[in-house]
């Protein structure tokens, strides 16, 4: 069971004390689901902003109900408004504290990242790892902490885990084939996970938890929201370089602007 603790008014997001034998369980699986992580006005403003940035980069909500091109799979941004809601959430420190619980040690916020799947057959997300981009050293010294803003199950394109995958290591990767910098392991995975979650839950996994997400041919877009953290004595391994220590690299940047750009992230960032 979840403990929750006092927190400061200011933070959007529950303070919790993780138990051991939820830690124990997300070192064995892979993962672990934290239910009911943010109030539901929460979850809906966060909604209503991820929305209001993919409308300033020119995916209205009403292009969003549609899917035109193999992009229309996951539209990533992390841009967001200094002073919103997404600020707040983006710099929670008991995001962060949670984090830091599950990797052992502190911890640092590595990249912020919306995941939208459009609606009327938004694709599947190949199975990939997160450390098949940017390559730690220790694939366990990465997390990604990824929030639901809509209720999700299998119909409308849920995320989907393979328990124990991590185990495995970084496994080999192959390009999307979409021409769109993404990448999937080399073989599909016969068994995984679809991970049900209701708005404002939060499922933990790994830098080397195989993950990815099904089709939605609903009406509406699938809105979701992932933190990824690193141990600050993490290092990795980028542009062909020696692995260097992630802290003090700015590998992304994590902070809030004061004007939405007109564009998409760049292709290819670390993890969906």
Known sequence: MIQTLNQPVDDPVKSINLTVGEIKYYKDEGFL???GLLKSETAAALNEE??????????????LCEALNPGDKLRQSGEYLAGGTLDAFVNSRAMLSIASQLLDGPSSLYMPFSAVKNGGG??????HQDNQYT???????G???????VDMIPENGCLEVVPRSHRRGTLESAESGHGDGHKKV???????LPIRMRAGDCVAFTRLTVHGSGPNPTHAPRL????????EDAEAIWDNQPARPLKSA??????PVEQISRKFDEKGRDGH
Do not use: C, K
């Not at 991820?50 to 292009?63: D, I, K, P, T």
């Not at 938004?122 to 199975?127: M, P, V």
């Not at 997390?143 to 803003?149: G, Q």
């Open 186 to 192: 080399a073989t599909d995975p016969a068994d995984f």
């Open 33 to 35: 689901l934290i239910p």
């Open 143 to 149: 997390i990604n902490l990824w929030t639901a803003l």
């Open 135 to 141: 390559r730690f050293t220790d694939g366990m010294l």
């Open 122 to 127: 938004g694709g599947r997300f190949h199975f």
């Open 250 to 255: 700015n590998r992304w940047r994590t902070g």
């Open 224 to 231: 979701a929201y992932a933190l990824q953290y690193y141990r």
């Open 50 to 63: 991820v929305l209001e940035v993919m409308s300033q980069h020119g995916a209205s909500y009403e292009r």
